[in-house]
């Protein structure tokens, strides 16, 4: 057998295990780690509770002290913690975000239970910032993890063929169709899905701008580096970024390191930052908002500097100058 076709069999191979291996890795080891709850009430009480959960998975919680039932929910409604236990003159109870992603709040809920079992007080579960009645699970974000991807590799390919030397039109053309596509879902997830009942604005430009990210580098890589420089910015959105997102389950959900990556790129941040959006008001997405922009600004950055060093971008740039001057 050819043995150029004896080694591509074994790259490719390679490459298909690693590819297995960067979403199969991230899954075997989900779950509940180090999962921030907030605690309120007596001291003893409260002790008590954090000692009963210390009895779950090891690291699965990590504890916050507040001051009143009232100072965990702000807690949750600001994205610091996502639950917490509060002790009151009533009995306790278990605070859970079904917004902030199923597993974790069915996790707790799970964990409300077993502390009713365990004892003669029943603890109670109340939803500080529920999905909605529509869409329960939050499916609709949880399903935008590979459109958004997709929905930043393909307009490189598109405008990358269309307008060849015209880097910057490459640029404006992907976010025009990013803003158009944003749009699109955001009606989709409000009205089609129920996913969201408000911040329809924000959201469709939050998924644009995750979108732009993606586009923009993989469209300055190609400028700059060609075919290599674009496979190997795919390689890093689809096969590194998508499996690391947390889109489905937020990053709290993914283990320890494999989260602190994913949130740092395109696909981990628009997770993040449409979550904040849609259920939070925007609080928690700070960070993921500007992880994004500085992706954008890399991307923006790249494509002027490959539209300078081509010769049909200096024509270009040649000819708007000679036009102005005139």
């Given at each position: ?76 409604e600001e ?16 605070f859970v ?72 039109r490459q ?156």
């Amino acid at each position: 057998m050819n043995r150029k076709i004896v080694g591509a069999m074994i790259g490719l191979a390679g490459v298909l295990t690693l590819v297995s291996l960067a979403f199969v890795l991230p899954m075997k080891h989900s779950g509940a780690h180090d999962l921030p709850i907030g605690v309120a009430g007596p001291a003893a009480a409260t002790a008590h509770i954090e000692t009963q959960l210390r009895a779950q998975p090891e690291d699965a919680f990590d504890f916050h002290r507040y001051d009143s039932a009232d100072d965990v929910r702000n807690g949750i409604e600001e994205r610091e913690i996502v639950g917490g236990i509060a002790v009151e003159t009533t009995g306790p109870t278990m605070f859970v975000t079904s917004a902030g992603g199923a597993q974790v709040a069915q996790t707790l809920r799970g964990v409300a239970t077993a502390m009713s079992a365990a004892s003669s007080t029943p603890v109670a579960v109340e939803d500080v910032v529920p999905t909605t009645t529509d869409d329960p699970q939050g499916a609709g974000i949880a399903g935008l993890a590979l459109p958004l991807v997709l929905g930043g590799i393909i307009p490189a390919v598109v405008f990358g063929r269309l307008l060849p030397g015209k880097f910057l039109r490459q640029g404006g053309a992907a976010v025009g169709m990013a803003v158009l596509t944003g749009f699109a879902l955001g009606l989709i997830l409000r009205f089609g899905v129920g996913t969201i009942d408000s911040n329809v604005i924000a959201v469709s430009l939050g998924i644009a701008l995750g979108m732009s990210a993606i586009s923009l580098t993989l469209l300055g890589l190609a400028g700059n580096f060609g075919m290599i420089g674009f496979g190997a910015g795919a390689v890093i959105m689809m096969i590194v970024g998508n499996p690391l997102s947390g889109i489905a389950t937020t990053a709290y959900w993914l283990p320890s390191g494999w989260a602190e990556l994913g949130q740092l790129l395109p696909p981990g941040a628009s997770g993040t930052l449409l979550r904040s959006l849609a259920f939070f008001g925007g609080h928690g997405g700070g960070s993921a908002f500007i992880v994004l922009l500085v992706w954008s600004v890399a991307g923006t950055g790249l494509l002027a500097l490959a539209q300078k060093r081509s010769p049909a971008g200096a024509a270009e740039t040649s000819g708007v100058r000679t036009a102005a001057d005139a």
